[in-house]
């Protein structure tokens, strides 16, 4: 009976990782093998979905695959490094320290940790996922016998209920006619927030002087957040920014819905889930390309190869001044979802995962 | 490394390139427009020289990226030095007048022991904050040492003088400036009559120049010139504050470092679509006008106009008009009567080739995004 | 056309280098027909407390009108205890605490800044750079607004609050070279529009009485000292260098120090010390002296080495003052010194040399006059003023004024002394 069983540094709920994780689980239980998640710590919720990962060599059998979602450090690695069982990396990507330098010194050691575990792992892994080409070639150039690239699996619900009606209308009652451009992701130095803050102040100065910036996700590197809503203040634009935070699925829904573009100057992606959501929303979008950005986008949306402001301010009013290009942005998008369709991406993962484990076979 | 990025689309392959090249060319439309947006919207005075540059500085007073080179270091030793020195008298004022007094007996009591302790401390803390003096003192030894290096300075009596009044390229460099619509510094401006030409025709233009007996004409006619070398002024103008630089004179014969530095200055201080407008000898005119004691003693020479359009093309800009003049010292061919007019007119085109060609030359370059 | 002048204090009593040549400017500025002048500044001519001493509203002074608002703060103990813990390091103090010291230092004056945002002016001319009416003004000001910094090489320059405050300014009008150069090092403004105007030197105004008279001194010759008499100004560096000169070079030359005192200058029978005199008085002695001395290394302009020069007297200068420097360079009209060394050779050749004197003077006389007279002056400032005007407002990147500092313990000077 194949086993693929599956390694996380943390299992968290309502996390892009966590999400991925368990909804592999499920795919390779539904395949018919055994898969049980092994973790250095879970959180409240999910304790009884995980297990602790030095419990994993009491019940380790022959023929045992090893998946591990790797994206940050932990002592997993060490562990796994150690381990004989064929070894599978999902790899989605860390942020070089050099972003963090200054902000946070002490994320800045842990990235750089974590870069280390991946320059060990990978050459001893014998097949490493990535999420995009862009990830997969950074396992190939440190030692990656083989590579191969499938999305994260998202399982995004196309279901209009799920949008917060009353959420949608205070937005509304808050901006009125004026532009708003939407950014989603965590607060952290190489998602580059404050020149999102540069942009609107262009398009205010030029275009739209009422214009809105509303950010949604978590300030993970509270000096950065700080620096980035200072600096906006500073420009005047205390009262056009909008920073959401702990939103509900379906209040996240209307947030995408409510804005007329969304903007991603992020310099290091490994694959950006916001991207999907808002090609999910029909909301047109524009984009640094960096990292794996421009994959993920391919041709369903503006693509910049500057986040100088008055670019992005251009590209901004560009679509708002065109229809016709919106509406086959948003086509472009939706066209492009159907790429990461969660059962073709399943099924991507239980054939790979099963050629390892045949391939395992055979050897054995 | 298998492929297996979904592509766009997974229809039927003759359809699905066509209409995957449609969407590209129409993308690629599309950037262009946002690019002759971004154009217009420069030229038009809505986004001034530098805005977007200063944007992002004033992002740095709020990042702790600080400060560069030698400042970080003095400032940073200060701060290191200040805090060297562990105060043991501990504050004993306190809102009740009895705690005050516990206060400052236990103070006392205990005065010995924390002085042991704290002499331990400042003694440490002191001795590095010595280490970083040493540190420091040495790296600025080390500067000064390579700044004794350079080459020396081509005396300032030899320095060739700008020519006065008007060139046979001010037209062409006029032409090349109007409708700009930032400030346009002209290096090497002598007496100024560049800088009023292109006032006259509408540029808001400044000059700069080295010699301050050159710029008397100018001054005194209240042209808007200083006495300044080009570099030197490049260096304290903000990056994208000027929509044009004019280069001459001192341009043809800097060092090549400096050259590299000039280029590096030119290419960062001119705004995206900012001109640059580069006059010189020709190397051939050069050697054979230039006077000898300059020609051994400058530091440089003229490049060939070809060589410029190489360095310019390295730092982004893209040039767009190379054009020659001066003396023109070419050889008249002889009438077909002439004896020999065949032979004589094939060894005087080859002369005029190789040796007589124009004199001067004058590149016209664009800086890209 | 319109311009308004920003100044934190504004008076004929106000002695202060900057506030003075604003002073100045004005009132040979508003002698031109198709020119306005008004000044708007604050009710207070303290600096060290920003009491209201003046009242608010509308007066005329020689000619200008002065608009005053009261401040609304005082200056308290804070700024000193962040002034001492910011001058360390100035460059990394961050942009509140910049912001911060520019508010403790003032003055705040929030119906002056509402004015400069409702002003009909066609220009506004703040002057000088390091008080909180300034960046102010430039944060507010719908119309073109210049600088006049007079600035120094000291740590407040280096905050990084100036730094964005200067970079949204039309224009900047520059003292000397040597402020200029440090102004465009420090804050990268070099192609910003500027102008190096300096100042005007008023016409000798002298009584015709003879100098060593005056002085008490009968025929003896003397070097002469002009300003407030103060230890920042090196006038207890000069009483010793002469004093050892003296010891070591008996003569019957004199020295005077001619201006109110700050510090007492030691006793020495061979230096006079006058106090504050006449302005007939003053250029008598000017007159009469064989050298005017200048030993500060701070000056920013130095009128009084120029108004020597309009007598045909030389100079000679402490060498580490940029701006005197500049004006003995550019002009060949005085020596200069930096040991006491040169100080005795650069003395000994002058009080024995009447040839080389007359040439210094004579040098320094036509240089003064080519540069430094009031009409030049004003038409040279006037065709920059135009250039600005026509060039328009740069757009600022904030418009958010600094925040009235409240609270803190009042401070309150104690004891007379001279005016900062």
Known sequence: MTAVHQFVPALLPRDATGDHTRALRDAFRSAGWESDIYVEAAHDELQDEATYFEEYPARARP??????????????????????????????????????????????????????????????????????????????????PATTVVPILVDLHVDADRVDGHERVRLAADHGASTVLLFVGRISPNKAHQRLVEALWIYRRIYDPGARLHFVGPAVTPAYA???????????????????????????????????????????????????????????????????????????????????????AAAVARIRGDTALAHRLADAGRRRLADFAAPITRQRFVDVLAGVADAERGVA | MSPDVPAPDGGPDADVTSDVADRIRYLDEVMAEIDAEVRRRRASGDLPAGLEQELDELFLEFSPVGLQGRARLRETLSLVDGSAYVDIAVPTSSNKAVGS????????????????????????????????????????????????????????????????????????????????????????????????????????????????????????????????PVLGHLAVVSDEALGGIVLTGSVQWLRPNER???????????????????????????AATASPVVRDLAPGQPLHPETWAHLLRSRGFTVTATIFGGDDRQLARVGAGAADAAEVNAAIDAINDLLLGPTEYLVVATRER | MKLAFVTPRFGTEVIGGAETAARMLAERLCLRPDWEVEVLTSCALDHLTWENTEPAG????????????????????????????????????????????????????????????????????????????????????????????????????????????????????????AERDLMEDVFKIGARPQVVLGLGVNDPAGGGRRGSEILGLGDRPYLCYLGRVDEHKGCGMLADYFARFKERNPSDLALAFVGPVSDAAPDHPDIVVTGTVSEADKWDILAGARVMVNPSAYESFSLVVLEAWTLGVPVLVNGACAATMEHCQRSGGGLWFDSFRSFESAVGRLVGDAGLRAVLGESGKRYTARNYLWPSIIDQYTAFLEGVAARGRRAPLRTTRLDLHAGGTAYVRTGGGGHG
């Not at chain 2, 200055?265 to 407008?277: F, K």
């Not at chain 3, 009261?70 to 205890?81: H, I, M, V, W």
């Open chain 2, 101 to 228: 007094y516990v206060k400052r007996a236990i103070r006392k009591g205990l005065g010995w022991y924390m002085n042991f302790v704290v002499a331990q401390i400042v003694k440490f803390a002191w001795s590095v904050s010595r280490m970083f003096h040493v540190v420091v003192d040495h790296i600025e030894d080390l500067e000064a040492t390579v700044e004794a290096n350079r080459s020396p300075d081509l005396p300032s009596g030899l320095v060739p003088a700008t020519p006065t009044g008007s060139t046979w390229w001010a037209p062409a460099a006029v032409d090349a400036l109007v409708g700009v619509s930032d400030r346009v510094v002209v290096g090497d401006c002598g007496d100024g009559s560049l800088v009023e030409a292109l006032t006259a025709a509408g540029v808001d233009a400044y000059g700069i120049d080295p010699s301050d007996i050159a710029l008397e004409p100018a001054l005194d006619r209240g042209a808007d010139v200083r006495a300044e």
């Open chain 1, 226 to 312: 700080d620096a980035v809503f200072a600096f906006a203040d500073e420009l005047g634009l205390a009262d056009a920014v909008r920073h959401g935070e702990d939103l509900t699925e379906a209040e996240l829904a209307a947030w995408y819905q409510d804005a007329d573009v969304f903007v991603c100057l992020s310099e290091h992606e490994g694959f950006c889930i916001p991207l999907l959501e808002a090609m999910q929303a029909g909301t047109p979008i524009v984009a640094l390309d960096a990292g794996a950005v421009g994959e993920t986008l391919a041709d369903a949306g503006i693509l910049l190869p500057t986040a100088r402001p008055a670019t992005v």
């Open chain 1, 63 to 144: 023929g045992d695959v090893l998946l591990y979602q790797l994206g940050t450090s932990s002592p997993v690695a060490e562990f796994l490094l150690g381990r004989a069982e064929p070894l599978v990396l999902d790899y989605h990507n860390v942020t070089p320290e050099s972003f963090y330098e200054g902000w946070e010194d002490h994320t800045a050691v842990k990235v750089a940790l974590a870069r280390r575990q991946v320059a060990a792992l990978a050459p001893k892994a014998v097949l490493g996922i990535a999420d995009s080409a862009f990830n997969a070639r950074e396992l190939e150039e440190l030692g990656c």
């Open chain 2, 260 to 286: 590299v530095r000039l280029l590096d200055l030119a290419s960062t201080r001119l705004v995206v679509d900012g001109i640059l407008v580069l006059h010189s000898s020709s190397p051939a005119a050069w």
């Open chain 3, 58 to 177: 509308s007066t005329v002074v020689n000619g200008v009108t002065v608009r005053r608002f009261p401040t609304a703060s005082r200056r308290t103990l804070d700024y000193f205890a962040l002034d001492g813990e910011l001058r360390v390091a100035p460059e990394i103090a961050s942009l509140a605490q910049s912001r911060r010291w520019i508010s403790l230092n003032g003055p705040m004056c929030p119906d002056l800044v509402d004015a400069v945002a409702e002003s009909d002016a066609d220009i506004i001319a703040c002057y000088p750079y390091l008080f909180a009416t300034t960046v102010d003004a430039i944060a507010v000001s719908k119309v073109p607004v210049i600088l006049h910094p007079a600035a120094h090489d000291e740590p407040a320059l280096y905050f990084s609050a100036f730094r964005r405050s200067f970079r949204d300014i039309d224009g900047l009008v520059y003292h000397t070279r």
